[in-house]
């Protein structure tokens, strides 16, 4: 009998495992096939052509291609300084938020959430009009302090992405430190307060320390997102092409090599590789930030 509630508790995750397997494992591993493969043309070039089993050849010229390993280090550069930044508006959001009333707290939780709640590309298309030099209003508005921005240049690109990426993502990591933030016993807020601590110390010295485990999770899942930007810089990218190169990022040198120059099978090594490079970065991430949460 035992054997068999198993079994039917089993069966509820049947759709998850298949949608597991064919949505993430046999798309894996046909990349790291076609990674393996190269095609050669016949002849001069005018015939067909055909895939020959390259072995590691593929990887080899990734793990040396400066266009990829410029690209994964520009966006791991920014990410060090992008991330830290909205964690901290969403933690400094999530504090007010937990000071609030339950429902003064539903309201504003809500109005942050909306810019999540719009698509990656709706969202950088408004921004993109916002920084727009001709209809943007932030130009003339610079203009009347005495601010001559341009932000599209090469020193505002970083940070007008930046921008739109921490408005677009703060909502997100806000719930889930706000969240963290109603498990904290409600006792200790009182016994701090006995004491004379402030509400400034409480949220030093209680609050911060329980929602340690939340901010990792964010700054990993964050991580994670930020190697795998394509949209925002692809679309600035068709306003500012001087600016933002067709490797700005590693996925759109990617992309580039796939639909652009047409060789899918270095792509394919290019995609296992930041796959690598996105597990070594979340588990460095992970082992830095566990021995603060243990």
């Not at 494992?25 to 055909?50: D, F, K």
Request: hydrophobic letters at 50%; glycine letters at 8%.
């Amino acid at each position: 009998m035992v054997r068999s509630q198993r079994w039917k508790g089993a069966a509820f995750t049947v759709p998850f495992q298949l949608g597991f397997v064919f949505l993430y494992l046999v798309p894996i591993g046909y990349a790291v096939h076609q990674s393996l493969y190269r095609s050669q043309s016949s002849g001069l070039g005018l015939g067909g052509t055909t895939d020959r089993f390259a072995g590691l050849a593929n990887y080899r010229a990734g793990l040396t291609d400066p266009a990829f390993l410029d690209s994964v280090l520009r966006v791991l550069l920014f990410a060090c300084v992008q991330i830290p930044v909205m964690l901290l508006v969403s933690l400094l959001l999530a504090l007010f938020l937990d000071a609030l009333t339950s429902r003064a707290a539903g309201r504003f939780r809500v109005l942050l959430l909306v810019p999540y709640m719009i698509p990656g590309v709706v969202a950088a298309i408004v921004w993109i009009n916002l920084y727009s030099p001709d209809v943007g209003p932030l130009t003339p508005l610079g203009k009347i302090f005495g601010l001559d921005w341009n932000f599209f240049s090469p020193s505002m690109v970083w940070p007008s992405i930046g921008n739109l990426l921490t408005w677009h993502g703060i909502g997100y990591n806000m719930v889930i430190i706000y969240a963290a933030l109603q498990g904290v016993p409600r006792e200790l807020f009182e016994a701090a307060r006995l004491d004379g601590a402030s509400e400034r110390r409480i949220a030093l010295s209680i609050k911060v320390p329980y929602v340690r485990g939340a901010l990792v999770l964010t700054g990993m899942l964050s991580i994670i997102q930020m190697l795998q930007i394509f949209n925002e810089p692809a679309l600035f990218r068709n306003v500012t092409p001087q600016t933002v190169s067709d490797s700005f990022t590693p996925i759109m040198v990617i992309y580039n090599q796939a639909f652009n120059a047409g060789n899918y099978h270095y792509a394919a090594a290019l995609s296992v590789l930041l796959a690598l490079i996105l597990g070594l970065a979340s588990f460095l991430f992970y082992r830095l930030t566990a021995k603060e949460t243990d």
